[in-house]
């Protein structure tokens, strides 16, 4: 029989954490809670960075609690990582939130506010459809392609080869979810996307 | 983007409730009950009220909560008596996923500074009273009970730059009355917030939240009392619910409310872009 997938969730102190357990407890998994590094241990099959936060709070965290070498320890092996909203900016080189920050600079690109030609509403709250790029295994599956963004800064890279799916907003396409080896980030919240957003965090635990 | 339908339930000592300009509550039942109805019909978003924000309704809210974050997979607001960073943390904890302020705002616009500051913008929402006194609006706290002398137009611009993520403004004059929205009224402040703006109070009919899409170029729509009513179930069993006159009284062949299965359908065939 397949062992149990052990799941770690990385705490950023200000993250939906529970929502995350719940939308993981939907399957049959373990789910660890990591605040620091010492919570960490060899036997979790996959990690998830969840969202919500201020981009200096979380890096803030990320690199006190030891969460940063977690996060970049666990990219260098084969197992899967998952990264959502404020988790998915971080990877990134830099953010403009609140003055600058330096980011974990796994891909090259910033974090900007967002700003459309006509003006449009900021923050971007509620449902979007996203456009396909490029394959990802964790989207396979899904039909609508619509889900749940929360948000007022985006990822601009010039990385297009990492880029999943985009979304439209006023004069803006940006990146909306990001497939790259055993990386997988969204801007939008999976746990908050209804049944296809669930169907992400079924794809990611069968990726183990 | 689609235009989102919010459903908002009050409650009080664990019982989804129900008021008139947000007074002479009815007992309507067990709040989780219809939230896994709405979640089951593509409800867009949902939002908890703690309309008496007792300590002893605060525990029983997040009883309520728990077991909500435990089945439904969408965007949950909490708001009523939520007054320090630690009240914000414990819900967010339990699998909020967004804070809704009044009262402790208006007292301590710097509360809502630090919120911004820790969360991001597009976790932090305020929620407006307002009521129309002569030819002024004036923003009211404690669930629409008191007076601040405080113009809503002025709040509204002080919110903004605060880098308040979501506005939603109930107008208490229509609230519960099923009489339909303001649109003079929404379409004023609709020119004056460039944040994503809710309106909630007055939503009586399908034909009600169509005008108010179609003619205010509003963001969503907060919803109870017409879900309610058509999702709601008799229970004769007091000792679950505790007074409940109007619920046993309730008549189940009553056809007042609408699924929002129906709605959002009706909203789409009249080229409202919303999520079916």
């Given at each position: 029989?397949?062992?149990?997938?052990n799941i770690?969730?990385?705490?950023?102190?200000t993250s939906?954490?529970?929502?995350?357990?719940?939308?993981?407890?939907?399957?049959?998994?373990?789910v660890?809670?990591?605040s620091?590094?010492?919570?960490?241990?060899?036997?979790?099959?996959?990690?998830?960075?969840?969202?919500?936060?201020?981009?200096?709070?979380?890096?803030k965290?990320?690199?006190?609690?030891?969460?940063?070498?977690?996060?970049l320890?666990?990219?260098?092996?084969?197992?899967?990582?998952m990264?959502?909203?404020?988790?998915?900016?971080?990877?990134?080189?830099?953010?403009?939130?609140?003055?600058?920050?330096?980011?974990?600079?796994?891909f090259?690109?910033?974090?900007?506010?967002?700003?459309?030609?006509?003006?449009?509403?900021?923050?971007v709250?509620?449902?979007?459809?996203?456009?396909?790029?490029?394959?990802?295994?964790?989207?396979?599956?899904?039909?609508?392609?619509?889900?749940?963004f929360?948000?007022?800064?985006?990822?601009?890279?010039?990385?297009?080869?990492?880029?999943?799916?985009?979304?439209?907003?006023g004069?803006?396409?940006y990146?909306?979810s990001i497939s790259?080896k055993n990386?997988?980030?969204?801007?939008?919240?999976?746990?908050?996307?209804?049944?296809d957003?669930?169907k992400?965090y079924?794809n990611?635990?069968?990726?183990? | 983007?689609f235009?989102?339908?919010?459903?908002?339930?009050?409650?009080?000592?664990?019982?989804?409730?129900?008021?008139?300009?947000?007074?002479?509550?009815?007992?309507?039942?067990?709040?989780?009950?219809?939230?896994?109805?709405?979640?089951?019909?593509?409800?867009?978003?949902i939002?908890?009220?703690?309309?008496?924000?007792?300590?002893?309704?605060?525990?029983?809210?997040?009883?309520?909560?728990?077991?909500?974050?435990?089945?439904?997979?969408?965007?949950?607001?909490?708001?009523?008596g939520i007054?320090?960073?630690?009240d914000?943390?414990?819900?967010?904890?339990?699998?909020?996923?967004?804070?809704?302020?009044?009262t402790?705002?208006?007292?301590?616009?710097?509360?809502?500074?630090?919120?911004?500051?820790?969360?991001?913008?597009?976790?932090?929402?305020?929620?407006?009273?307002?009521?129309?006194?002569?030819?002024?609006?004036?923003?009211?706290?404690?669930?629409?009970?008191?007076?601040?002398?405080?113009?809503?137009?002025?709040?509204v611009e002080?919110?903004?730059?605060?880098?308040?993520?979501?506005?939603?403004?109930?107008?208490?004059?229509?609230?519960?009355k099923?009489?339909?929205?303001?649109?003079?009224?929404?379409?004023?402040?609709?020119?004056?917030?460039?944040v994503?703006?809710?309106?909630?109070?007055?939503?009586?009919?399908?034909?009600?939240?169509?005008?108010?899409?179609?003619?205010?170029?509003?963001?969503?729509?907060?919803?109870?009392?017409?879900?309610?009513?058509?999702?709601?179930?008799k229970?004769?069993?007091?000792?679950?619910?505790?007074?409940?006159?109007?619920?046993?009284?309730?008549?189940?062949?009553?056809?007042?409310?609408?699924?929002?299965?129906?709605?959002?359908?009706?909203?789409a065939?009249?080229?409202?872009k919303?999520?079916?």
């Open positions: 029989m397949k062992k149990k997938p770690g969730i990385i705490d950023t102190g939906n954490l529970r929502s995350v357990d719940y939308a993981l407890k939907e399957y049959n998994v373990n660890l809670h990591i620091s590094y010492e919570d960490f241990s060899n036997n979790i099959d996959g990690i998830i960075v969840p969202g919500i936060g201020s981009y200096p709070v979380v890096m965290k990320m690199r006190d609690k030891g969460l940063a070498e977690i996060v320890n666990q990219i260098s092996t084969n197992k899967p990582s990264f959502i909203c404020v988790g998915m900016q971080i990877l990134f080189s830099k953010s403009h939130e609140f003055g600058e920050t330096k980011g974990l600079d796994i090259k690109g910033e974090v900007k506010k967002i700003v459309t030609y006509p003006k449009k509403i900021v923050p709250i509620g449902w979007n459809k996203v456009l396909l790029k490029k394959k990802c295994p964790l989207l396979n599956d899904n039909s609508n392609f619509c889900y749940y929360t948000h007022s800064y985006f990822v601009k890279t010039e990385e297009e080869n990492i880029i999943s799916t985009t979304a439209k907003y004069s803006l396409e990146c909306s790259h990386i997988f980030a969204f801007q939008f919240h999976p746990e908050k996307s209804g049944k957003g669930l992400i079924k990611f635990i069968n990726l183990i | 983007m235009k989102r339908i919010i459903s908002r339930l009050d409650v009080k000592n664990g019982i989804l409730v129900k008021g008139i300009n947000l007074e002479g509550l009815r007992n309507l039942g067990d709040p989780n009950y219809f939230a896994k109805k709405y979640y089951d019909d593509l409800i867009d978003e939002h908890f009220q703690d309309v008496v924000a007792s300590l002893y309704n605060r525990n029983a809210l997040t009883k309520i909560i728990e077991k909500n974050s435990k089945s439904i997979f969408v965007n949950v607001s909490v708001g009523g007054r320090s960073i630690k914000a943390d414990e819900l967010l904890r339990i699998g909020v996923d967004k804070i809704t302020i009044n402790a705002g208006v007292e301590n616009p710097n509360f809502l500074r630090e919120l911004v500051k820790i969360y991001g913008s597009s976790t932090i929402s305020v929620n407006i009273e307002t009521i129309k006194l002569s030819d002024n609006y004036e923003v009211m706290i404690e669930a629409g009970r008191e007076k601040t002398g405080l113009n809503l137009y002025h709040w002080e919110l903004q730059q605060i880098g308040i993520g979501e506005i939603i403004i109930t107008k208490i004059n229509d609230e519960g099923n009489k339909g929205f303001d649109i003079n009224f929404y379409k004023s402040l609709r020119n004056k917030i460039d994503p703006l809710i309106a909630h109070g007055g939503a009586g009919s399908k034909e009600n939240i169509l005008e108010l899409f179609k003619e205010t170029n509003i963001d969503g729509v907060s919803i109870s009392s017409i879900f309610h009513y058509k999702y709601m179930v229970d004769n069993n007091s000792n679950t619910i505790g007074t409940n006159y109007f619920l046993k009284s309730y008549d189940e062949k009553s056809t007042s409310g609408i699924f929002i299965k129906d709605l959002k359908k009706y909203l065939n009249n080229k409202i919303i999520r079916i």
